[in-house]
């Protein structure tokens, strides 16, 4: 009778209802969100990673790459070095251009004397007022009896992703693509990628291959078929490595398939000896706070979208692509690495279809654990979730008078959602009509107007990039009283507000920013989430009544701190604890949306920022 | 092996005094064998046996050389010309220059067949082809009776009645293909049971599926078509090729051995003019001098003898030739006796019988090498863009020669599920300048025959008649639209994509007035395809749910709760209440006596 009563008592009481326990909810499912990714590491919610594809059959066969075969990798790398120190000894005199010409011609002649089919392709990107461009060389080994159906593709760039002059790796390419061509097993031809760089050159080809570059990318002259798999080498000192590093983030977030990388980890680790790591946790030893740090990197990496190698580019056409960068202090020497990426294609060589039997979504904590995305995607679900229960709160919270008292309408605990503006059905007074033209105006035009910084940002040039970064502090500061004041006064332009209109602007602002996050939660997990816990507040940011006095010094005080988490102050505060520049960073940003077709900003400003904009105005319109 | 040859010979030999006294004189047999090393250290060798019955004893069933087995096939589906197909690998143009009978005897990657069948109309003509097809199949151990009426395409222009037919036939040509098809031994048997000498004898006896099917590119082909001479007098004609190229080092490579493992230290090839040359420390030189062979290395045995059966006339007997230049050496077995010919370049080899045969050449440094024909035209056709739903078809074409244009018939057969979109196709010239045209597609391309596909009935038809300008390259692109199969329609096999039949290019020579066929590589179409568990899975979870659901709510709606008297007043009003209000008094009356009993 206890519980009865209490229900009839929760009916009779729409304030309750309606105000305090959608507050409620939307609290506890923040709560639980943030715990439940908490929870993740620990041995009851992660899983062992294992080989899905049967087919890989990985470390299963000997790999022969020993021998003889590291007095040509000497030889090679001889040859390449003189060119380099070349270029190097005689100063200013042979400059950059043909420095590279020489080691091209060098490359291209190595790879047509080992029997391979050679070509090159130059391209040229521009963005943020910097070109960026160069030549790429490949070289295709036909699978002996293959018909160009299906490919591997090897990297070896010049420079890796962090920037390093990587010899070793490009000599291991063209050592391993000599020893390759005496193979008869390859079912698939195995093509030997050499770009100039990690950022550009495989972004540029590999939109070559499929036909969709822009045309300041020379098309390919050769090509093969479906491209089944590919792996990147890096390997830039010169003494012996101790670990593997395994990078497998792509851009927007995307993974290649798990499979992938546990074949990668199991050739590594079990057949070769040499450990595996991730996310530059080099001392991982299992514990709870290590998996819980690699799987925020993870995240991060992820969140941000961009492109951590070589392998990135690969993965928005659907094909899986890891870089193996060789870590340490230690024993081993390139012929391990190079019997590694021989055993790794033996692997790929076996696949009878397109990897596709394990995950594309999930989240590593060690090479050995990892959730999927059953387990994990309830966490930015619950909290994109707490935007729409408030949305839908405050909607229905609309449909009512708010002076009514709750004890005069015990039988409309219902309210009718389906009666929008436009209802006729007024019964006693008790459900409002709701006048929809100024939010649904207001919310639609902020979200368009996120397109004024998105075009700004990628457009502008990269030496304005901090300025303008300040100026949107400061824009962001003045914008939302701005518009707090024109909807409070109406300015002579339009009727004042009424009260349930910040209800309405409110809820569908909340809205679409859940439909969005809980969209984007299912393509980019972490990005959803971190929007999702840095758009948290404005659920909760009431139009405050009271004293004058009160009103001014809570609602400065909010805006104070929610000015501190906007999209550029957020962007400022990061670049300060990271110890990196604001132009380096959206340089980068730039770099991405033109050409690896990144869509973070997007993202920020045309979801996070237009929320984050009516959140204040809404907490400032309690000022006027 | 002498001993056999010793037994088959005086039965050889009556058999040859019985057939040369009667009548059908017009049969013979010829064999021939080419081997011309290419670059990049492979051999092409091209196998060649042909044969000839009169038409008369063809009619009469009287099979001499040709098999009766393939006769009577011939002869039941009304087939009057048979070409059939069986290829792996790729030709690689661009080092070993024009393809061997100008392309005519190879077919693309997998199963071509096409037959010109003598039929009053088209569903005749093709309810024989699905005859011929199933028979073959048989035959060759190739899956030919997959080739239904969605592979089966009616080519207008691309190929030519090669036999001489008279006139009274209605010929119908079909085509059918089979990209996925792998050829390997079990075809290899029954085409070497076709030849007179079934691989004992001959040049066919260095047939081993071992390193037939190692070979880099291998094609057989079986071409039947009567053959008529100035004066009426007619012969049915089988020809049978091997063609195929071995990469000579793997070749060499014993059975026993054959991981090519790094070479020991000391055998390495290095460049020893280099600063850093030393003995960790090897800049390899790959190409010092021709390889060296022998037959017995490559083909795993040697020749044995030469097929009894052999018609010798003329230049006929010398049955192995090799092209090399005259001033390499070449150690030939002692019965054996070497004709150089006048070219410079080739040499051919007149066998002993029953004798084994073998040839070795040294390894030698090369200072001449034997000129490959530069081919009339570059082909590629590749599948662009990405994605589950559209794509596109980039096919380029590369003219090489400077002062000529070439003018060529395209095929291409599509399957039905890869849908193109005509009014998409769009031709652009690059010059050798590099300088883009773009010109619209009606002025590269002069004619266009296009047989659109009907879904699960037959595959696209598009021939188009191009010609590419001297020094050009011409691209032609069409986007197309990928089909959604039914799930039935899916093989059952691992879902590796769906094999797009190769093209074929009929370059129209008049100068020589040999047809010279190019054929592409096969693609592979990714389609659409489902996770064929997560259906089921989703099934079993609906239906769960549903069925809770449903039954649920289902019960809250049609069940009435009411109170015991008040189902007691229901029940009483209905007919049904009424009787069983009675049978309910029956019973408790005829309980009442059995209490009253007790």
Redesign the interface.
């Known amino acids: 009778m206890a519980l009865k009563s209490a229900i009839r008592n929760l009916r009779n009481n729409p304030n309750l209802l309606y105000v305090r326990l959608p507050n409620l909810v939307s609290f506890i499912c923040i709560v639980v969100g943030v715990v439940w990714l908490l929870l993740l590491p620990l041995n009851e919610y992660s899983r062992q990673t294992y080989i899905s594809e049967n ?1 890989l059959l990985p470390g299963q066969v000997h790999a ?9 990798f ?3 790398k ?2 390449l070095e ?1 060119l380099l120190n070349d270029g190097q000894a005689r100063g200013g005199q042979k400059d950059e251009a043909e420095v590279t010409a020489a080691l091209s011609d060098k490359l291209q002649s190595i790879l047509q ?3 391979l ?1 050679v070509a090159t392709q130059k391209y040229e990107y521009t963005s943020a007022g910097i070109t960026h461009q160069g030549e790429n060389t490949y070289a295709i080994i ?1 699978a ?7 490919a591997i593709v090897l990297v070896a760039p010049w420079k890796t992703a962090d920037d390093e002059l990587n010899l070793n790796g490009v000599t291991l390419a063209l050592t391993l693509a ?2 390759f061509k ?3 097993l390859w079912s698939k031809d195995i093509i030997f990628l050499i770009p100039p760089d990690s950022k550009t050159g495989t972004q540029a080809w590999i939109d070559a291959y ?3 570059h822009p045309a300041s990318v020379q098309p390919l002259p050769l ?1 093969s ?2 491209l089944q798999g590919a792996l990147v080498i890096e390997y830039p000192f010169e003494h012996r490595f101790q670990t593997l590093h395994i990078v497998y983030d792509g851009v927007n977030g995307q993974l290649p398939n798990l499979d992938l990388f546990n074949t990668a980890v199991a050739i590594a680790g079990g057949q070769m000896g040499i450990g595996a790591n991730l996310q530059e946790m080099w001392g991982h030893d299992d514990s709870y706070e290590h998996r819980l740090q690699t799987m925020f990197r993870g995240m991060t990496k992820q969140g941000l979208g961009y492109a951590t190698g070589a392998h990135s580019s690969f993965m928005p ?2 094909i899986d692509a890891i870089t193996l960068q060789t870590k340490g202090e230690g024993w081993e020497d390139e012929m391990a690495l190079g019997r590694t990426i021989e055993s790794l294609c033996r692997s790929l060589n076996n696949l ?3 990897l ?1 039997q394990s995950f594309f979504f999930y989240l590593l904590m060690q090479s050995n654990r990892f959730v999927s995305i059953g387990t994990y995607l309830p966490s930015a679900m619950l909290i994109a979730g707490n935007f729409t229960i408030m949305a839908i709160a405050l909607w229905i919270r609309t449909g009512y008078y708010p002076e009514s008292k709750p004890s005069a309408k015990p039988k409309n605990e219902k309210a009718p959602t389906e009666e929008k503006g436009t209802n006729t059905i007024v019964e006693r007074n008790t459900i409002a009509e709701r006048y929809l033209a100024l939010p649904l105006s207001l919310v639609v035009g902020l979200h368009l107007l996120g397109l004024v910084p998105l075009w700004v940002f990628n457009n502008v040039f990269h030496q304005y990039f901090t300025t303008t970064t300040y100026i949107f502090v400061v824009v962001d500061i003045i914008l939302p009283l701005l518009l707090a004041a024109i909807l409070s006064n109406g300015l002579g332009v339009s009727k004042p507000i009424i009260p349930q209109q910040y209800h309405l602007i409110k809820s569908f602002s909340l809205l679409l920013l859940g439909l969005s996050l809980s969209t984007l939660a299912t393509l980019n997990f972490s990005l959803s989430f971190m929007i999702g816990l840095l758009c948290a507040p404005l659920s909760f940011i009431p139009r405050l009544r009271g004293s004058v006095p009160f009103r001014l010094a809570t609602s400065s005080l909010g805006l104070v701190l929610l000015n501190l988490v906007s999209p550029p102050a957020v962007l400022l505060g990061v670049c300060w604890y990271m110890g990196v520049s604001v132009e380096t960073v959206l340089t980068q940003a730039a770099f991405g949306w033109d050409v690896w077709g990144m869509w973070t900003q997007v993202v920020v400003w045309c979801v996070w920022w237009p929320a984050w904009l009516i959140g204040c105005v809404l907490l400032g319109s309690s000022i006027f | 092996m002498t001993v056999l040859s010793l037994f088959s010979l005086p039965f050889v030999a009556l058999i040859l005094s019985l057939w040369s006294s009667s009548a059908f004189a017009s049969s013979d047999y010829h064999e021939h064998l080419l081997l011309q090393p290419l670059p ?1 250290s492979s051999l092409l060798a091209s196998f060649n046996f042909r044969s000839n019955t009169s038409q008369q004893s063809f009619d009469q069933q009287h099979f001499r050389y040709l098999p009766r087995a393939l006769g009577q096939i011939l002869q039941h589906a009304h087939t009057k010309e048979l070409h059939l197909r069986f290829t ?3 030709w ?1 143009a ?1 080092s070993w220059g024009t393809r061997p009978w100008n392309g005519s005897k190879e077919g693309g ?1 997998g199963v071509e067949l096409w037959a010109w069948i003598d039929a009053p109309d088209d569903e005749e003509a093709f309810a024989k082809w699905i005859t011929l097809t199933q028979s073959l199949s048989g035959l060759f151990c190739a899956s030919l009776n997959f080739v239904d009426s969605t592979r089966t395409t009616r080519p207008v222009v691309s190929f030519e009645p090669a036999g001489d037919h008279s006139a009274a036939d209605q010929l119908h040509l079909l085509h059918g293909t089979l990209p996925g098809e792998v050829v390997c031994t079990e075809n290899l048997t029954p085409f070497l049971k076709l030849l007179p000498c079934k691989g004992k004898a001959g040049i066919s006896s260095l047939f081993d599926g071992h390193k037939l ?6 094609s057989m082909s079986v071409d039947i078509q009567p053959v008529c001479s100035a004066d009426g007098e007619c012969v049915v004609q089988i020809e049978q090729t091997v063609d195929m190229v071995l ?1 000579i ?2 070749s060499k490579r014993s059975r026993s051995n054959p ?7 000391e ?2 090839v ?2 020893t003019s ?1 600063p ?2 030393s ?6 030189v ?2 010092t001098s021709e390889k060296a062979w022998s037959l017995a290395e490559i083909f795993g045995r040697s020749l044995n003898g030469v097929c009894p059966l052999t018609d010798f006339d003329g230049s006929s007997d010398q049955s192995v030739c090799l092209r090399v230049p005259h001033e390499r050496g070449v150690f030939i077995s002692e019965e054996a006796n070497e004709i150089k010919k006048d070219d410079g370049f080739t040499r051919c080899f007149k066998l002993a019988p029953s004798v084994p045969f073998d040839l070795s050449i040294p390894q030698q440094p090369a200072n001449t090498e034997v000129p490959l024909d530069e081919p009339v035209l570059h082909a ?1 056709r ?5 994605g589950q739903e559209r794509g ?1 078809m ?1 096919i380029i074409f590369g003219n090489p020669s400077n002062t000529s244009a070439v003018d060529f018939i395209y095929f291409e057969s599509l399957p039905w599920f890869l849908r193109p979109y005509i009014h998409t196709l769009h031709a652009t010239i690059t010059g050798h300048d590099g300088v883009l045209r773009e010109v619209p597609a009606s002025e590269i391309v002069k004619e266009t025959y296009y047989r659109p596909a009907i879904d699960r009935e037959r595959g696209t038809q598009l021939e188009l008649a191009l010609s590419v300008p001297a020094a050009s390259t011409v691209t032609l692109t069409y986007d197309f639209e990928k089909a959604i199969l039914r799930y039935t329609e899916y093989p059952p096999d ?4 769906f ?1 797009v039949a190769p093209a074929v290019i009929r370059i129209l020579d008049t100068a020589h007035n040999v047809p010279i066929y190019i054929r592409s ?4 179409l ?1 389609l659409p395809t489902p ?1 064929f568990s997560m259906p089921y899975n989703v099934i079993i979870l609906t239906s769960t749910v549903i069925a809770l659901a449903f039954g649920t709510i289902f019960n809250i709606l049609v069940r009435r709760v009411v109170s015991l008297d008040e189902a007691a007043a229901l029940g009483a009003q209905t007919l049904k209440g009424r009787i069983l209000g009675k049978l309910v008094a029956i019973r408790d009356r005829l309980r009442g006596k059995d209490t009253k009993m007790d």
């Open positions: 087919a022969y790459f020993t021998g003889s075969e590291q007095n040509i000497r030889g090679y001889k040859e003189g004397a080992a029997g089919k036909h002996p009896r293959g018909d160009a159906t299906e000599r020893y005496r193979w008869s499929h036909d969709m090509k078929g479906a056409y659907h009878l279809e397109h596709h | 990049q792996t690998g790729r690689d661009e990657t099917f190692d070979a880099a590119w291998q990469d080092d793997r991981i090519p493992r790094p070479v020991p230290n055998q390495l290095c460049d280099k850093y040359n003995d960790d420390t090897c800049y390899p790959e190409k590629e590749t599948i662009v863009g990405h596109g980039r691992a879902n590796r994509g094999n590589t096969s693609l592979l990714q996770d």
